[in-house]
């Protein structure tokens, strides 16, 4: 309670406690009212989560520009930040963009709400920021036959999954490098599908099944459309146009399209078998 509140305490007397004291002490130092920004730097500077904590959710605290833009690089590692900052006063639209790329889907519905922005276009921001599979750093690779390719890409797909290092991101990192047959393997992957299945939604005459199959394994539906046009881009304009944009309906859960995938293209699928 002293020092949350003692009026006699200075910046040289917190900024010693943040040095020299114990975790909750420093804490209670984040949550003093109305603490200068030289104090708040200082928290910043010693990136302990809980006392970030305390930071951001002190509104009377003084952070600057440069503060609240520390802060959020710093949610990219501390989920526990994210909300408070979504929240914050101080939180300008260009920070909400850049903290939109590593939130969930409510925290993102919350800043497309508070600053009344267009979900696609934050969507656009996300597809371009994505990070996940390294370009090689070597000569490129002689040509090899397409089965070839294939294989290669499949292998990768195992050892990243292996590693524990497959994740939504990569796909979308595949698709901007015209890696068909990456997203595809990856996909099959992370959904639980077969490669069959995949390419048979990347032929379909709608995006329905594709999009089910992208929402199963986390790829958020701001960015599917974005996803969309560079996908008929590499492959002979499939999927195609027909039908409405069911990405448009709202937010769908992982569990829920999955199963929707595998009910529209499995039927699909064994019928195109059984017409071969």
Same mark, same amino acid.
């Given at each position: 309670?002293?020092?949350?509140?003692?009026?006699?305490?200075?910046? %040289?007397?917190?900024?010693?406690?943040?040095?020299?004291?114990? =975790?909750?002490?420093?804490?209670?130092?984040? /949550?003093?009212?109305?603490?200068?920004?030289?104090?708040?730097?200082?928290?910043?500077?010693? $990136? @302990?989560?809980?006392? =970030? #904590?305390?930071?951001?959710?002190?509104?009377?605290?003084?952070?600057?520009?440069?503060?609240?833009?520390?802060?959020?690089?710093?949610?990219?590692?501390?989920?526990?930040?994210?909300?408070?900052?979504?929240? &914050?006063?101080?939180?300008?639209?260009?920070?909400? %963009?850049? =903290?939109?790329?590593?939130?969930?889907?409510?925290?993102?519905? +919350?800043?497309?709400?508070?600053?009344?922005?267009? %979900?696609?276009?934050?969507?656009?921001?996300?597809?371009?920021?994505?990070?996940?599979?390294?370009?090689?750093?070597?000569?490129?690779?002689?040509?090899?036959?397409? &089965?070839?390719?294939?294989? #290669?890409?499949?292998?990768?797909?195992?050892?990243?999954? +292996? $590693?524990?290092?497959?994740?939504?991101?990569?796909?979308?990192? $595949?698709? /901007?490098?015209?890696?068909?047959? !990456?997203?595809? &393997?990856?996909?099959?992957?992370?959904?639980?599908?077969?490669?069959?299945?995949?390419?048979?939604?990347?032929?379909?005459?709608?995006?329905?099944?594709?999009?089910? $199959?992208?929402?199963?394994?986390?790829?958020?539906?701001?960015?599917?459309?974005?996803?969309?046009? @560079?996908?008929?881009?590499?492959?002979? +304009?499939?999927?195609?146009?027909?039908? %409405?944009?069911?990405? !448009?309906?709202?937010? =769908?859960?992982?569990?829920?399209?999955?199963?929707?995938?595998?009910?529209?293209?499995?039927?699909? &699928?064994?019928?195109?078998?059984?017409?071969?």
């Amino acid at each position: 309670p002293i020092l949350e509140s003692s009026p006699i305490l200075q910046d %040289e007397d917190l900024l010693r406690v943040l040095i020299e004291a114990s =975790l909750e002490h420093q804490i209670a130092v984040a /949550r003093r009212p109305h603490i200068s920004g030289r104090v708040a730097d200082a928290v910043i500077d010693k $990136a @302990e989560p809980a006392v =970030l #904590m305390a930071l951001t959710t002190n509104r009377t605290a003084e952070i600057s520009g440069e503060g609240i833009r520390r802060l959020v690089e710093h949610s990219r590692r501390i989920a526990a930040l994210r909300g408070p900052l979504i929240r &914050h006063p101080l939180l300008t639209e260009a920070l909400a %963009e850049q =903290l939109y790329q590593w939130v969930g889907t409510a925290l993102r519905q +919350s800043i497309a709400a508070r600053f009344n922005v267009d %979900e696609k276009a934050l969507g656009a921001a996300v597809y371009d920021a994505v990070e996940g599979i390294i370009r090689p750093t070597g000569p490129e690779p002689d040509p090899v036959d397409q &089965h070839g390719r294939d294989e #290669m890409e499949r292998r990768l797909i195992d050892k990243l999954q +292996s $590693a524990g290092q497959l994740r939504a991101g990569l796909l979308i990192r $595949a698709v /901007r490098e015209k890696r068909l047959s !990456l997203f595809a &393997h990856g996909l099959s992957a992370l959904g639980g599908f077969t490669v069959g299945q995949v390419r048979a939604a990347l032929s379909a005459p709608t995006p329905e099944a594709l999009y089910y $199959a992208c929402a199963a394994v986390g790829i958020d539906r701001a960015v599917f459309p974005t996803l969309l046009v @560079e996908l008929r881009k590499l492959n002979d +304009s499939l999927p195609g146009d027909q039908g %409405e944009p069911i990405w !448009l309906r709202g937010a =769908l859960s992982q569990g829920s399209a999955a199963r929707a995938f595998k009910v529209l293209i499995g039927a699909d &699928h064994d019928e195109l078998k059984a017409a071969v």
